[in-house]
């Protein structure tokens, strides 16, 4: 089971920290990503993180503002959002893979999906 928190209603330029815990799969051995779901829109993958942590990947809309981390210990994985625009208003998922991954921002690189939490921004 995958779950994201920590999404909510925000002010363009704020920041947002959202998070994701998984119960029953092996965590630490996963490589997890995030992804965004805006209205009228197709799921885009956004940002990656490898098994380790040490590569990570991002789309160019969100490069610079986003940041993805895990930590294996707490079975968590973060996506710490700045910056925030209007237009990243969307459902934003978590999922986890077994890999190996060709970009880590495909839908198919992916196994297990979160419910999703809804992010917005206001202008």
């Known amino acids: 089971q995958v779950v994201e928190s920590g999404g909510g209603l925000v002010q363009a330029g704020e920041s947002l920290k959202l998070s994701c815990t998984s119960s029953?799969?092996?965590?630490?051995?996963?490589?997890w990503g995030w992804f965004r779901q805006a209205p009228g829109k197709e799921r885009e993958g956004i940002a990656y993180i490898s098994w380790t942590g040490g590569t990570t990947t991002y789309d160019d809309s969100v490069k610079g503002r986003f940041t993805i981390s895990r930590d294996n210990a707490k079975e968590t994985v973060y996506l710490q959002m700045d910056s925030l625009k209007p237009e990243d208003t969307a459902i934003y998922y978590c999922?986890?893979?077994?890999?190996?991954?060709?970009?880590?921002?495909?839908?198919?690189?992916?196994?297990?999906w979160g419910q999703g939490t809804q992010v917005t921004v206001s202008s």
């Open positions: 029953g799969l092996n965590f630490e051995h996963l490589v």
């Open positions: 999922a986890g893979g077994k890999g190996p991954v060709v970009t880590g921002l495909r839908l198919a690189d992916y196994d297990y």
